[in-house]
């Protein structure tokens, strides 16, 4: 990342901890109000929030892992979703899930090198009637095969 723009985005975070340090049940809004500046919370982050704050940086750590809001790495420009649900799972979500998997190189959680995906597993997309279902960004793709999930892809890579 670029130092000056780096610099700029630690600025604007003090001077958010500074307007929520005499309120009540700051925290929150400091983290959410921080991945907006940053797009991520970076232990760098979180640890100039506990010091700003005062706080724990365990607090800090345990808010960011708890909730899903969150995300402590950088996201890739498309959010790939697999549902794993119970519904999913059964139509054969598992290997469509591993052919995404194969197909980007990335693991569960992770973004690829060239910053294009994160793949995510989820629980339920609220789709069970399309079962198996895969989210990229907010376009829905159902009753999936693993074959079909190249040619999906391929739309996002732009080939």
């Known amino acids: 990342m670029d130092k000056v723009l780096e610099k700029e985005k630690f600025q604007k975070l003090d001077e958010l901890i500074a307007q929520y340090k005499d309120k009540k049940g700051p925290l929150m809004p400091v983290m959410q109000h921080a991945q907006e500046i940053f797009g ?3 232990l760098e982050v979180q640890s100039a929030i506990a010091d700003g704050l005062n706080v724990p940086l365990t607090d800090v750590y ?6 899903s809001q969150f995300v402590l790495e950088p996201k890739g420009d498309n959010t790939v979703s697999i549902c794993l649900g119970t519904a999913c799972y059964v139509k054969g979500a598992s290997k469509v899930f591993d052919r ?22 989820t629980r339920c997309l609220g789709c069970c009637g399309l079962a ?5 960004n907010d376009d829905v793709y159902g009753r999936l095969t693993p074959d079909v999930v190249k040619g999906i892809l ?6």
Do not use: C, H, N, S
């Open 40 to 42: 991520y919370l970076p």
């Open 62 to 67: 345990g808010v960011a892992t708890f909730y």
């Open 100 to 121: 995404v998997q194969e197909e980007l190189g990335v693991a569960p959680g992770k973004t690829t090198a060239d910053g294009k995906f994160t793949l995510l597993a």
């Open 132 to 136: 198996p279902v895969m989210m990229i």
């Open 154 to 159: 391929d739309k996002y890579r732009g080939a």
